[in-house]
């Protein structure tokens, strides 16, 4: 079983930054797969950006260029940093890491509000 702690949400004006964490309670190394989905109201929940086990990252293309996604192996950690955010980069936003190469698991998720 992972348990995984989301922080760092909230209301920002557009334009503004964010940086969303999401601790897990074992080493990231475990892990195949870290990333960050969000959700809008109404809408299906959307990858945003994800993480391998080599390292390697990946991005929808409607954040591309402004959000980064990185981990800290020391502190079992992977941060999205979110820039130039949008009012519709509105929604809640959760983690998952993936286990096993086939075993999700899911944070609580963190509501991120934009206003224009």
């Known amino acids: 079983q992972v348990q995984l702690v989301e922080s760092g949400g909230g209301l920002v004006q557009a334009g503004g930054s964010l940086r969303l964490s999401c601790a897990a309670s074992r080493s990231i190394f475990s892990f195949s797969f870290m990333g960050w989905f969000r959700q809008a109201p109404g809408k299906r929940r959307e990858l945003v950006a994800g993480?391998?086990?080599?390292?390697?990252?990946n991005y929808a293309d409607s954040v591309q260029g402004r959000f980064t996604i990185s981990r800290d192996s020391a502190k079992n950690t992977v941060y999205l940093q979110m820039n130039s955010l949008k009012p519709e980069d509105t929604a809640v936003y959760y983690c998952?890491?993936?286990?096993?190469?086939?075993?999700?698991?899911w944070g609580q998720g963190t509501q991120v509000t934009v206003s224009s």
């Open positions: 993480i391998n086990n080599r390292g390697s990252p």
């Open positions: 998952k890491v993936t286990s096993d190469w086939v075993i999700d698991y």
